[in-house]
């Protein structure tokens, strides 16, 4: 099941970033995500158990970002990414968004074709983006309207 985050999905939200993600973030930023684009802050539940998240940020009227995704290992490769990103472009659609982008490591092979695979291309290199000073592609995609 895809909701909106609540709340009291903090904890559980955080442990899955903690674990699954490189970059370690600050509770703060989720907190921000979460007061400021409530609409763009979905997560997956299965059995009450929050297993996946996705969150985004509005940059202009038209243009939106995605910030993180990041499902639990156990349930990755069960379309849960997918079906969390399509939710989020419904939203975005919604709000008339018609661009969105997001940043991956270059050597993130996997993130690189799932994002392929839903229409993103890559149109930039980012140099040192990551807090390691990792390099980032920068991906974009258009949104058609309904």
Partial sequence: MIRKFQATD?????????????????????????ETFPELFLVSEKHHKIIG?????????EIARIVMLSILPSYQRQNIATELLNEL????????????????????????????????????????????????FMMKRTLQPY
Avoid: C, W
Wanted: charged share 25%.
């Fill in 10 to 34: 903090m904890f559980s939200t955080i442990r899955i970033a903690s674990e699954t993600l490189t970059e370690q973030y600050s509770p703060n930023l989720f907190n921000y995500f979460y």
């Fill in 89 to 136: 472009i419904l939203t975005l659609k919604e709000k008339k968004i018609k661009q969105i982008s997001l940043e991956v490591k270059t050597d993130n092979k996997k993130a690189i074709l799932f994002y392929k695979k839903h229409g993103f291309t890559i149109i930039d290199t980012i140099e040192k983006f990551y807090q390691n000073g990792e390099n980032a």
């Fill in 53 to 61: 998240f996705i969150t985004g940020i509005q940059l202009t009227e």
